[in-house]
């Protein structure tokens, strides 16, 4: 007998109109053997070929600006600094979606190796503008925290800020390219609430490290966010 139809198909995801656009002028830039120091077409004229809006195409923008493959000159345009293929957009992650606790560890392990070399060259090349964005971002987080009781994207916003003071573009460059894989999985793991919860006030020992610029201090206080993450992995997968 047969299968049914639904037995063997599932709906499909909702498309990103962003990542298609990421993926199209990847896919133009191959295709026209552009090279570095080339322009990019303009925003006006993306928007009437792909037929999308100009929020989506400035995303793509940014997500290349981010991976630091273009760069916009005001009054001039964006130009290519490097070329790219979509081949080489995208770092694609081999995870076991069925293993969540598993994957959850390795992907901390990655992360531990990651926040603690940036909390550190945050602390020893950090700005008084950049410590003024950090601070931002964290108070923004902790007023989500205390109304909500969870911190959400307020969280990814601070990171991010202490990864841009490290004045090296690596770092969130290597964030962008595993961020979709990471955000699949720890957007809201074993679906609690109170996930890493107690790993709040350490947000803001961390900028206090920052601040004073002493990159051992801010490399303990990460490892203290980080294992709160590791005890709360272990004890909610049971």
């Not at 990847?26 to 070929?49: F, H, I, K, N, W």
């Not at 573009?169 to 107690?198: C, G, N, T, V, Y």
């Not at 490290?209 to 272990?234: C, G, H, S």
Request: glycine content about 4%; charged content about 30%.
């Amino acid at each position: 007998m047969k299968p049914k139809l639904s037995d063997t198909l599932r709906p499909l995801p909702t498309v990103d109109r962003a990542k298609q656009v990421t993926s199209a002028l990847a896919q133009y830039v191959a295709d026209a053997s552009l090279r570095t120091g080339d322009r990019l077409p303009a925003e006006r004229e993306l928007m009437a070929a792909l037929a999308v809006g100009r929020s989506t195409i400035r995303e793509a923008i940014r997500h290349f600006q981010a991976l630091g493959v273009i760069e916009t000159r005001k009054g001039s345009g964006t130009y290519l600094l490097r070329p790219i293929s979509p081949d080489t957009v995208h770092m694609p992650l081999s995870l076991d979606t069925t293993k969540l606790r598993d994957v959850l560890l390795q992907t901390l392990q990655v992360r531990r190796g990651i926040e603690c070399e940036a909390g550190m060259v945050a602390a020893q090349m950090r700005t008084a503008d950049d410590l003024a964005f950090i601070e931002d971002k964290l108070v923004k987080m902790e007023t989500v925290h205390l109304e909500k009781g969870s911190s959400g994207p307020e969280d990814l916003a601070f990171h991010l800020a202490v990864y841009d003071a490290t004045h090296n573009p690596l770092f969130r460059q290597i964030l962008e390219q595993m961020r979709e894989s990471f955000e699949h999985f720890w957007a809201s793991p074993f679906d609690r609430k109170d996930f890493a919860r107690r790993s709040f006030p350490f947000h803001r020992t961390l900028f206090d490290a920052i601040a004073a610029q002493n990159a051992e201090r801010a490399r303990r206080e990460t490892l203290k966010i980080l294992a709160v993450v590791e005890e709360d992995i272990k004890e909610m997968s049971k």
